[in-house]
């Protein structure tokens, strides 16, 4: 009992992605079916091609590799960026940047509620994301990943984010952080979590229990979380089963 607490304590504490349990909700609705399977890579680079700096020095044009392994090539820094997910949302959030629209469940951090809306992770609104004129979209590789052709057709740069684990959260700061010439927020943020992580892993008690970790989705559905899911990932993390 007392590892399940500190199970929860850790969802509770990385809030950067708790986000999670309700893009889950895809993930076990009966008759829904990917249309492609996401392939998450663990790495994200970019190079700088050319002369127009930012705060922090970066230059555009820019190009980065996403994580689902696409070449994302960004040309000038973004001023309108739509986020279609709590997961990507607050990853922008968390590296320093903003959004000029919010996916529809996504409440935090709390200024976000006075955005517009554009659909729900499983269920974008394009329509929506066109009118906000973006300058660069980033989408949940994750969730998301069966709508990329219908990004790519806005005609913007395309980032797709996503978090299964707590090491692709950190990957998506990174990355995100890379793409706006916001790295150095980045890696701030990055530490912060991490510290957050290690003082709590310190705490947790030696003997490995059995869990089971539940989650609700706004429609009020119960899942249990797989094994393989982030709170899954969290629970092996702490040496729980």
């Known amino acids: 009992m007392r590892k399940y607490l500190w199970v929860l304590a850790l969802v509770a504490l990385l809030a950067l992605t708790a986000m999670a349990c309700e893009e889950k909700k895809e993930e076990g609705t009966p008759g829904v079916t990917p249309d492609a399977t996401p392939v998450v890579t663990a790495t994200a ?28 090539t960004i040309k000038a820094a973004p001023q309108r960026i739509v986020a279609t997910s709590p997961t990507t949302l607050e990853i922008l959030y968390a590296v320093g940047g903003t959004a000029v629209a919010r996916e529809s469940t996504s409440d935090y ?28 979209i980033i989408a ?33 700061m990174r990355l ?27 705490k947790v008690p030696d003997e490995k229990d059995t869990v089971l970790i539940v989650i609700g989705d706004e429609d009020r559905n119960i899942y249990a979380a797989k094994p393989e899911s982030y709170p899954g990932s969290l629970a092996e993390m702490l040496g729980a089963t």
């Open 45 to 72: 680079t970019a190079t700088a091609t050319a002369a127009e700096p930012t705060a922090e020095g970066a230059a555009y044009p820019i190009t980065v590799t996403d994580m689902m392994d696409r070449s994302v």
């Open 109 to 136: 951090p709390p200024e976000v509620k006075s955005l517009p809306e554009v659909g729900k992770a499983y269920a974008p609104d394009f329509e929506a994301i066109v009118a906000q004129n973006a300058d660069l």
């Open 140 to 172: 949940d590789a994750i969730n998301q990943a069966r709508f990329v052709n219908q990004f790519e057709g806005m005609g913007v740069p395309v980032l797709m984010v996503g978090a299964d684990s707590f090491d692709d959260v950190t990957d998506g």
């Open 176 to 202: 995100v952080g890379e793409a706006l010439g916001l790295s150095d927020q980045a890696a701030t943020a990055i530490a912060n979590l991490e510290a957050k992580r290690d003082a709590l892993l310190a």
